[in-house]
């Protein structure tokens, strides 16, 4: 037996059916979840075993196919790449004819015991992982908005919003900024299509208008 590296795609499954738990009790919803979320890791659980088919040209999980089942999920989901496994070198045929029930020729396996709702609970999972992840690079997106802006004038930043058209990374951020003297004449040659109105109280002088930098919209008040 020896160590060898693969991605959870190369390895396919022997049976055709899993149990919705682990052997130790563990739900594979609740372990995925953990997976997802980052409090478990793929290197604090028992590494699979698996062997070459050279009949089929293919890898194949030998012991391990929860893990396998979860795994796949986690690299259709960029989570994971790469897997640390067990080689074995020599598996008899009888044993391999045995426990070969795929009817698929091991791309899946349906999991068992748990009733028709587990897909609907793993895709519910899943769900809310990528719309947390969403948010979160939203939140991220409005972060670095905001220091662009307050690194790009000498003003303070006092408000930031930013309205989400699908994908955070093309959201559209809008900051309001104070100022009480602003250079019309300091802007770029690249804003010069830019329109300001400027008008006078008493000796106070403001100036209003809309600019546009690095793709953000900002208003001076």
Same mark, same amino acid.
């Given at each position: 037996?020896?160590? &060898?590296?693969? &991605?959870? =795609?190369?390895?396919?499954?022997?049976?055709?059916?899993? =149990?919705?738990?682990?052997?130790?009790?563990?739900?594979?919803?609740?372990?995925?979840? *953990?997976?997802?979320?980052? &409090?478990?890791?793929?290197?604090?659980?028992? #590494?699979?075993?698996?062997?070459?088919?050279?009949?089929? !040209?293919?890898?194949?999980?030998? #012991?391990?196919?929860?893990?396998?089942?979860?795994? !796949? #999920? $986690? *690299?259709? $989901? @960029?989570?994971?790449?790469?897997?640390?496994?067990?080689?074995?070198?020599?598996?008899?045929?009888?044993?391999?004819?045995?426990?070969?029930?795929?009817?698929?020729?091991?791309?899946?396996?349906?999991? $068992?015991?748990? @009733?028709?709702?587990?897909?609907?609970?793993?895709?519910?999972?899943?769900?809310?992982?990528?719309?947390?992840?969403?948010?979160? *690079?939203?939140?991220?997106?409005?972060?670095?908005? @905001?220091?662009?802006?307050?690194?790009?004038?000498?003003?303070?930043?006092?408000?930031?919003?930013?309205?989400?058209?699908?994908?955070?990374?093309?959201?559209?951020?809008?900051?309001?900024?104070? =100022?009480?003297?602003?250079?019309?004449?300091?802007?770029?040659? #690249?804003?010069?299509?830019?329109?300001?109105?400027?008008? *006078?109280?008493?000796?106070?002088? !403001?100036?209003? @208008?809309?600019?546009? &930098?690095?793709?953000?919209?900002?208003?001076?008040?």
């Amino acid at each position: 037996m020896a160590y &060898r590296t693969l &991605r959870p =795609s190369q390895i396919y499954f022997l049976q055709n059916s899993i =149990s919705y738990r682990f052997n130790d009790g563990r739900y594979l919803l609740e372990t995925f979840r *953990e997976l997802l979320d980052g &409090r478990l890791t793929t290197d604090r659980i028992l #590494k699979m075993s698996v062997f070459y088919w050279e009949k089929r !040209k293919q890898w194949f999980v030998f #012991k391990g196919h929860r893990r396998l089942y979860l795994y !796949k #999920k $986690l *690299e259709e $989901l @960029g989570i994971v790449e790469c897997i640390d496994v067990w080689e074995l070198y020599t598996v008899d045929a009888s044993t391999i004819q045995r426990e070969y029930t795929s009817e698929n020729n091991g791309i899946s396996v349906d999991v $068992l015991g748990d @009733g028709p709702g587990f897909e609907e609970a793993m895709s519910q999972i899943i769900h809310d992982w990528e719309e947390e992840k969403r948010v979160d *690079e939203m939140q991220y997106t409005m972060e670095e908005a @905001g220091s662009s802006i307050n690194d790009s004038t000498d003003d303070v930043c006092t408000t930031v919003s930013v309205t989400d058209n699908e994908f955070p990374s093309q959201a559209t951020v809008t900051c309001t900024i104070e =100022s009480e003297d602003f250079d019309n004449q300091s802007l770029s040659e #690249k804003e010069e299509n830019n329109k300001f109105q400027s008008q *006078e109280k008493d000796e106070d002088v !403001k100036n209003r @208008g809309c600019c546009s &930098r690095d793709g953000l919209q900002c208003t001076i008040v």
